[in-house]
């Protein structure tokens, strides 16, 4: 049993490759958050991030990456490596972005790591239904404007929206499993979870071309 971190993000595509880490008999350690100094993430706020952490009994650590950012990534890589005792790193990848070679391989060479990437390149289909087998609620956190309208933003994404979604991507051309950044979702129970995690109160949010879940102050 090899002893791995997770990339976390909080979305579909990490929870999914949690399962699949433990199915494959790795034992994983901690949550892991790669963030730039002072981060902003639209889709995958901290606050819901930590929440999934204690829902699912996992420690989380938030890594500020600071610029070079190839060797900053070596760097908390190879920190994390000793404090955890590691033997490689999981994510929730399913193909390269714009065509770039994957970032954390690329990082984790040098090092040494091992670099688990269970959803690499699998079928779009293969991918929704095996989320929705094992349960996992994933809702729509983010959506980029130019593929979806702002009314998918909060959406679950159960048989129904993804049956809906997959008809979108084949007419559009686009991911339907949103590896290229049309979408981005946000787990709230799953495999694990001790419970729930409430999304509580959400405003959708227009910036740019995108359209987000943003926590209301009450």
């Known amino acids: 049993m090899s002893r791995v971190i997770l990339l976390w993000s909080g979305g579909k595509d990490a929870m999914q490759a949690l399962c699949h880490a433990r199915d494959q008999c790795h034992q994983v350690v901690a949550l892991v958050t790669f963030a730039p100094p002072a981060p902003r993430f639209l889709a995958h706020p901290l606050s819901q991030v930590r929440r999934q952490a204690l829902a699912l009994g996992l420690p989380h650590r938030l890594v500020t990456i600071e610029a070079p950012f190839d060797l900053g990534y070596e760097r908390a890589l190879a920190q994390l490596r000793q404090e955890w005792t590691?033997?490689?790193?999981?994510?929730?990848?399913?193909?390269?972005?714009?065509?770039?070679?994957?970032?954390?391989?690329?990082?984790?060479?040098?090092?040494?790591?091992?670099?688990?990437?269970?959803?690499?390149?699998?079928?779009?289909?293969?991918?929704?239904?095996?989320?929705?087998?094992?349960?996992?609620?994933?809702?729509?956190?983010?959506?980029?404007?130019?593929?979806?309208?702002?009314?998918?933003?909060?959406?679950?994404?159960?048989?129904?929206?993804?049956?809906?979604?997959?008809?979108?991507?084949?007419?559009?051309?686009?991911?339907?499993?949103?590896?290229?950044?049309e979408f981005h979702t946000m787990v709230t129970d799953g495999p694990g979870f001790s419970a729930p995690v409430q999304l509580g109160h959400w405003l959708v949010v227009r910036e740019g071309n995108l359209a987000y879940l943003a926590e209301e102050e009450i």
Not at 137 to 145: E, I, K, Q, R, Y
Not at 162 to 178: M, N, T, V, W, Y
């Open 86 to 181: 590691i033997d490689g790193v999981v994510t929730g990848d399913i193909d390269s972005v714009g065509g770039a070679p994957n970032w954390i391989r690329e990082r984790c060479r040098p090092l040494g790591l091992a670099v688990h990437t269970p959803l690499w390149q699998q079928s779009r289909q293969a991918l929704l239904a095996d989320m929705l087998a094992r349960d996992i609620v994933a809702h729509l956190s983010c959506v980029d404007t130019r593929f979806l309208t702002p009314d998918w933003v909060g959406r679950v994404l159960d048989g129904e929206t993804i049956a809906e979604l997959q008809q979108l991507a084949e007419h559009k051309g686009f991911d339907a499993c949103g590896e290229q950044g």
